[in-house]
């Protein structure tokens, strides 16, 4: 997979990306005079967890990126330094969107990756064609949230310091493991699921053994602990539409918290709309029936006067990731079980 080098305030990374186009599922660059779609990952888990949406052809008629974030799956550089924030990760994606000569792009953002996209559309409002945030954290971080956060981070450090020498406990770093996945899938189980589950410990034991213990703290815990709501001039600052979706079976957020975030943007004089998906977790965008997709397709279609491609020709759409995937343990025909049921929203 390709990656760029980029230089920011906070230090020296080389990102690892992907651009997927109408007809080529690992481009070198986007198709021009497309609508451009940017992916902001999750906490925890690689650019991956957007594998679904990258290997649909309804979202395949735009370009899509992503990238891995500083500090997890095969991005690597400068470690990201105390007091690392949503302004800092802004200027590293800002400054990734010009070495890859983005345009303004809607903003597909989850969790993590919906701080960011939110701040980005403040303080850098000419990258932002619309903004489509998963599960969003636009609100301070609830106690008992943080409190799950800091025990995973527990277990994961115990992990690696309960034993003598070199060898680690799998056990706490399984438990670490189970509960960064339960947070992201709400104890869902299914091939796609185990399969992100398997490959992450590997590339989790890579970026944050002992010697980046601090780096872990502030990329899974600080980062949200640190940060603080928007006041409403700041958020009249956005001039582009927002989606909000909001996973019904998400055990951190209560749907609340979505409505909350909901009346501050109209407060602010703010063009959103709410999306409530019954049986959807926390990464609402692993949910296998896909309702996630046609959201997105709709709204980038919506907002970008109704611009799109078909798919060419003798072109077979996949994802950028669907052969590492289907050797971590993805089944497809799962998937394609789920395919036929209905969408269900919750009103």
Known sequence: MPSVTVKSSTGTTKFKYNISTPS??????????????????????????????????????????????????????????EGYGQEDSVEDVVKLMEALKLPACHIVGMSLGSIIALQMAITYPEKVASLFLVSPLGLEEPDYVTAARVEIYKYWTEG?????????????????????????????????????????????????????????????????????????????????????????????????????????????????????????????????????????HDFVLENSGGRSTPIPPGVSIVSPWDGVLRKAGWVPEEEEEDEDEDVEFVS
């Open 160 to 296: 690696f310091l309960c034993q003598l020498g070199t060898r680690t406990d799998d056990s706490a770093l399984q438990d670490a493991s189970y509960g960064a996945c339960q947070f992201a899938f709400s104890n869902k189980t299914n091939s796609l699921n185990s399969a992100y589950a398997a490959k992450f410990l590997p590339v989790a034991k890579k970026n944050w053994g002992p010697e980046n213990f601090d780096v872990f703290h502030r990329a899974t815990v600080d980062f949200f602990t640190q940060r603080r709501s928007h006041s409403v001039d700041s958020l009249k600052k956005i001039k582009v539409p927002i989606t909000l979706v909001h996973g019904m079976d998400d055990i951190s957020y209560p749907v609340e918290y979505s409505i909350q975030q909901e009346k501050i943007f109209r407060d602010a004089g703010l063009k959103v709309t709410l999306h409530k998906l019954a049986g959807a977790p926390h990464f609402a965008v692993v949910d296998l029936k896909m309702e996630v997709n046609q959201l997105i």
């Open 24 to 81: 080529n599922a690992s481009a070198k660059a986007i198709q021009k005079n497309l609508p451009t779609v940017l992916f902001i990952p999750a906490v925890y888990l690689q650019r991956d967890i957007f594998h679904l949406q990258f290997g649909d052809p309804k979202l395949r008629r735009f370009n899509l990126v992503t990238f891995d974030l500083r500090a997890h799956g095969e991005t690597a550089g400068t470690k990201i330094p």
